[in-house]
């Protein structure tokens, strides 16, 4: 259709089992580490602040993603 758009969520950095390099900038209001791919926002339950993990998305939003640490 001429004139329609993709909503902006839409596009995704990330994808789910997709493993990247991470570093945990803050902390969430449930106290999941924060990261950011290309500005979308992961969580990484137990994560720390100036931690630089590898993560693998286990949960897709359409605004965020969560994700696990990778040993």
Do not use: C, H, W
Not at 8 to 16: E, G, I, M
Not at 42 to 69: L, S
């Amino acid at each position: 259709m001429y004139g329609r758009r993709e909503p902006r969520y839409a596009r995704k950095p990330v994808s789910l089992g997709g493993e990247y390099d991470v570093e945990i900038t803050e902390v969430s209001r449930r106290g999941d580490g924060l990261a950011r791919v290309q500005g979308f926002v992961v969580f990484v339950p137990g994560a720390r602040p100036g931690q630089r993990i590898k993560v693998r998305v286990t949960k897709m939003g359409n605004r965020y993603a969560v994700a696990e640490m990778v040993r």
